[in-house]
């Protein structure tokens, strides 16, 4: 009876969360000239879901969107993953002094609110002439995926033996060596979480690009889509609900991947 | 003159040492300064510089005019801020109560149960989405000629129809519900992990004692979950605190600024009015809340661990 009550209530959760996951994936399929006729829950008689994706891709020339996000994405998310994993290695392997305080001012940029470093890039950007430029986003994409991966890969490091460090310091290793034949290779499980967890960050970002770009060709994925939002919403909505789910694929795609590890764990635990 | 000499002797042997550690030092340091310089650069000197453009009158162009606290004190009497501050209120206390509040049932309710994942699978999907992907679909659903609205009138509902996103407080509550829709799976996630934590002795215990249901739960399972309790709420705290990515895309904080944060009215203040001097002392003010907030809130919750 318990049991019957609990799977109830879990159903009833899962529809809730279901039915608007339903609702956006069959309007988004849904024909332009179909829309206005339709009702919201009804399957649409073609499935229209490509069409208009490239309606919408068209619109807001989400397709150079989608090249420099990957740009950001990858290349900001990477670059941030090894200045980090230098950084750290630094504070534990190589027990810089002050060690602590570097640690804590590299992790400060996560503290506070973005607001507090917006006003002065976009002044300076203007100035410098990185404003609406590939090479600002990817420098500030860099920059502020650092803080939590030095944060992720100090705790990492400090489980790793002292005592390897140490017998390759004996055997005339330099440290740069050091960190990439001993360090590097014994997080590469910490590196790649990281680097996902960055590339979904900056593939998610709207702010950074609202503030530092302005063309189609430079302004992030979900920039674009905040725009086509803004100018097609009301007159091809369809296409709208379409741009939001193509733009979601790649972190969509990371997920489900990383579900599964997840799963194995809970698969584990729950016999 | 001997022992002086010989002091001279030691003081020079330091130096060398010293010299030599700190070469050393330098070579070590290479490593950290790259990430030190990208953070300093584009982090911290913007930090600083907007503490003290807070401190001035500023269009954009030519030189910052400085004007002491008077920003500050044009702030406190800007009806726009209550309006602001009590708006990120409700979204704080929105998502303490809905993604956390949820998040924890859902886990509860499905941990150990046949078929849980797929009970969970759709509370997991939308984390997938980003903040601007949530506000398109959402706008759909709660826009006035939205899918709610379609669908309540076509079962009958007409009187239940609304003008979700026109008018204060209700716009910010709609889009409470639709950032917790996609929050909830985070909380979820965060709470499974810490259920699969928990020890099954104490509850077998507990359960031989004749605790069940909600007394097991309320007693015994809930107090065992709390180091993960402390980290789902500290992260629910900080990020509505910051919220703005949802509220851009669907009402870009209006009508009539009805529906802005503080994240929301210092945007909308610095690079619509570009009024740069005023936005950072909302920034600034912003900083001093999530600092405070995460301050108070982590040295209560550790404290009484």
């Not at chain 1, 017998?167 to 790649?192: C, F, H, M, Q």
């Not at chain 1, 193509?246 to 764990?265: D, Y």
């Not at chain 2, 340091?29 to 990208?38: E, G, K, N, S, T």
């Not at chain 2, 945007?267 to 920034?283: H, K, P």
Request: net charge positive; hydrophobic share 55%.
């Amino acid at each position: 009876m318990r049991r019957a009550l609990r799977h109830g209530i879990a159903l009833a959760f899962a529809v809730l969360w279901a039915f608007p996951l339903y609702l956006v994936v069959i309007n988004a399929a849904t024909p332009a000239e179909e829309y206005a006729e339709k009702p919201f829950w009804a399957l649409p008689s073609s499935f229209g879901l490509w069409e208009n994706a490239v309606t919408a891709w068209q619109a807001a020339e989400l397709g150079q969107s989608v090249g420099s996000t990957l740009l950001y994405a990858v290349g900001g998310g990477g670059a941030a993953v090894l200045l980090a994993a230098s950084a750290a290695f630094a504070i534990i392997g190589l027990r810089i002094r002050y060690g602590f305080a570097w640690f804590m001012l590299l992790y400060a940029g996560t503290i506070f609110p973005f607001q507090m470093y917006l006003a002065p890039l976009f002044n300076a950007y203007s100035k410098v002439g990185l404003y609406d430029t590939r090479v600002g986003l990817l420098l500030i994409y860099t920059a502020i995926t650092i803080p939590f991966a030095v944060f992720v890969l100090r705790n990492h490091f400090s489980g790793i033996p002292r005592e390897l460090l140490e017998s390759a310091r004996i055997d005339g290793a330099a440290s740069w060596t050091v960190l990439s034949r001993i360090y590097l290779p014994l997080s590469t499980n910490a590196l790649a979480a990281v680097f996902v967890f960055q590339f979904t960050f900056i593939w998610n970002d709207l702010l950074f690009g609202l503030t530092l770009s302005r063309s189609a060709e430079v302004r992030p994925i979900m920039t674009a889509l905040a725009v086509l939002q803004g100018q097609y919403a009301s007159t091809s909505l369809p296409a709208v609900l379409a741009g939001a789910l193509v733009a979601s694929i790649p972190t969509f795609v990371l997920f489900l991947a990383l579900q599964k590890l997840f799963v194995q764990a809970i698969a584990g635990v729950e016999k | 003159m001997a022992k002086i000499h010989q002091g001279e002797d030691t003081t020079s042997a330091k130096q060398k040492r010293t010299l030599g550690k700190l070469l050393s030092g330098l070579d070590s340091q290479r490593f950290l300064w790259p990430a030190v310089a990208f953070v300093g650069v584009f982090l911290i000197l913007p930090f600083l510089w907007t503490v003290y453009l807070s401190m001035t009158e500023y269009g954009g162009l030519g030189e910052p005019n400085f004007v002491g606290f008077a920003n500050y004190s044009r702030l406190v009497q800007d009806p726009i801020l209550i309006r602001s501050l009590v708006n990120t209120l409700l979204w704080v206390i929105g998502s303490l109560v809905l993604p956390v509040g949820v998040g924890l049932l859902v886990a509860v309710l499905t941990f150990n149960l046949a078929g849980g994942f797929f009970y969970r699978l759709p509370v997991l999907l939308p984390y997938a989405l980003s903040g601007a992907a949530v506000g398109v679909l959402w706008s759909f659903m709660l826009e006035s000629e939205g899918a709610i609205n379609g669908i309540l009138a076509a079962v009958g509902l007409e009187t239940l129809t609304r003008d979700w996103l026109l008018a204060a407080p209700l716009n910010t509550l709609s889009m409470i519900l639709a950032s917790s829709w996609q929050a909830t799976g985070v909380s979820l996630v965060l709470f499974l992990v810490g259920l699969q934590a928990i020890p099954r002795e104490p509850i077998e215990a507990a359960r031989v004692d004749g605790a069940q249901g909600w007394a097991l739960f309320w007693n015994i399972t809930l107090p065992l979950l709390r180091p993960m309790t402390i980290v789902v709420i500290g992260l629910a705290l900080v990020n509505s605190l910051k919220v703005f990515d949802i509220i851009w895309v669907m009402t870009q904080g209006g009508p009539s600024r009805s529906s802005e944060t503080l994240a929301v009215t210092m945007y909308r203040q610095t690079f619509l009015l570009f009024e740069y001097g005023y936005g950072s002392a909302i920034a600034v003010l912003l900083s001093v809340i999530v600092v405070l907030a995460s301050w108070l809130y982590l040295r209560r919750a550790l404290r009484s661990v």
